[in-house]
C-alpha cells in the first residue's frame, strides 16, 4: 500500500469470519435521533449539522445524563429537532456570526444549562461550519436539504451530482476520505428515507476508533519504526494518510470476507473501539470504558464478558500491538 502501511489480509479474514454470524440489535435502528417527531426536512437538517460539527468530541461530555461525545450531539440535535428551533432553520442560521452562534450553542452543551460550563470546545469554528452550510442550502438549494437529496437521484457518484460530490462542495464534507459524508448519508438510509442506487461506491466510514482497533487487531501493519513508536507514545503526527488509507482498504476486505455491507461494518468496529478497546481493554482490564457499553448496546449478543476477537486479535496476545493509539493529527473531518 505504502512504505509505512500494509494491509493484512490474513488478519481481515479471521476478523471477518468472526464478525459474520453477528446481527445488529432492532432498537439500534429505533433510537431517538433517527426518530424523533419532525417533518422529513426538520430531520435531514439535525441529521447535516450534527454530522458537520463532529469532529475531535474527545472533552464533550454531560455527566448527568451519561453521554459523552457524539451520544450528547444526538441527544442536543433530537432536541432541537423535536422543538422545530430556529438552530436548524439555514434562514435564520445565515444571519447569525460565529461568535453569536458559539454563545447559542454553549448553554446546549453544559450539562446544567450554563453556558459557562460547555464541554464543546472548537465552538467557533463548529458555528462557522453551520453558517457556511446554512448559506450555500439558501444559495443553492432553496434552504432544504431535500433538494440535495433530489438532486443527486439517489446515487453516491452522477457525474458531478451524486451525494458525495454535492455534498463535498460544503466546506465540513470536504474530506478526501468521506467520513462525515458517509456518516450522513448513513442516517438517511438506517432513517429510510432514501434508497441508495450506488451502494458499491460506499466509501468506508473512518474516524480514530475504527483506526485504533484496526491497528490493535493487526488488520494494518505499521512497517515503519518511527511510525509505529509514534503511535505508541501517542505522539502528534503531521498526517495520518497512510494509516487512514490502509484502514479503509482493510475495511473493504473485511466487508468482503465477512459479507457484510460496508456501511454495516462501521456499526461494529466504531462501538468496540469505543468502548471495550480504548483505555482499557477488555481482553484484560475486563471491563469496557463505557457502562452501559456501546458495543453491547448495539450488536445482538447475549453477553459481553469476553471481546468478540478474543483469539484472533494480535494485541489480545501480544503488548506491542495493545499499546497502539490513533493518530494524533489536527483535523475536522473526523
Not at 470536504?174 to 432514501?194: C, E, H, N, Q, Y
Not at 473493504?252 to 466504531?270: A, G, L, P, T, V
Request: proline share 5%; with cysteine.
Amino acid at each position: 500500500m505504502n512504505n509505512q502501511t500494509i494491509v493484512n489480509e490474513k488478519q481481515c479474514r479471521l476478523i471477518a469470519e468472526k464478525l459474520m454470524p453477528l446481527e445488529l440489535r432492532q432498537n439500534h435502528f429505533q433510537r431517538l435521533f433517527l426518530n424523533f417527531p419532525a417533518d422529513t426536512e426538520t430531520k435531514l437538517r439535525a441529521w447535516l449539522f450534527a454530522t458537520a460539527i463532529c469532529h475531535q468530541t474527545h472533552i464533550l461530555i454531560n455527566k448527568k445524563k451519561n453521554l459523552v461525545g457524539w451520544d450528547f450531539l444526538e441527544y442536543v440535535y433530537s432536541d432541537l429537532g423535536k422543538e422545530n428551533s430556529p438552530l436548524l432553520d439555514p434562514h435564520y442560521l445565515a444571519r447569525l456570526t460565529a461568535p453569536e452562534l458559539a454563545e447559542k450553542l454553549k448553554p446546549l452543551f453544559a450539562d446544567d444549562g450554563n453556558h459557562e460550563n460547555c464541554t464543546l470546545d472548537r465552538l467557533e469554528e463548529r458555528a462557522r461550519f453551520i453558517i457556511e452550510i446554512s448559506k450555500q442550502l439558501n444559495e443553492k438549494y432553496e434552504g432544504k436539504v431535500e433538494n440535495i437529496l433530489q438532486k443527486s437521484n439517489g446515487f453516491l457518484f452522477n457525474n458531478g451530482n451524486g451525494l458525495y460530490e454535492l455534498l463535498e462542495q460544503l466546506p465540513p464534507f470536504a474530506d478526501p476520505l468521506r467520513k462525515k459524508s458517509t456518516i450522513f448519508i448513513k442516517w438517511i438510509v438506517d432513517g429510510k428515507l432514501m434508497q441508495i442506487k450506488d451502494p458499491q461506491n460506499f466509501v468506508p466510514i473512518m474516524d480514530y476508533h475504527m483506526q485504533r482497533v484496526l491497528l490493535r487487531t493487526g488488520c494494518v501493519e505499521v512497517l515503519d519504526a518511527e511510525l509505529r513508536e509514534s503511535l505508541r507514545k501517542k505522539k502528534p503526527l503531521a498526517s495520518d494518510e497512510p494509516i487512514r488509507n490502509a484502514a479503509v482498504e482493510a475495511i473493504r476486505k473485511i466487508s468482503q470476507f465477512s459479507n457484510k455491507d460496508i456501511s454495516e461494518i462501521h456499526d461494529f468496529f466504531y462501538p468496540l473501539g469505543r468502548s471495550c478497546c480504548k483505555e482499557k481493554t477488555l481482553c484484560i482490564d475486563k471491563t469496557c470504558d463505557k457502562n452501559p457499553c456501546t458495543f453491547f448496546l448495539f450488536v445482538n449478543i447475549p453477553e459481553h464478558e469476553k471481546c468478540i476477537f478474543e483469539g484472533v486479535c494480535k494485541g489480545n496476545a501480544d503488548e506491542t500491538y495493545r499499546n497502539f493509539w490513533q493518530p494524533i493529527v489536527g483535523t475536522h473531518y473526523y
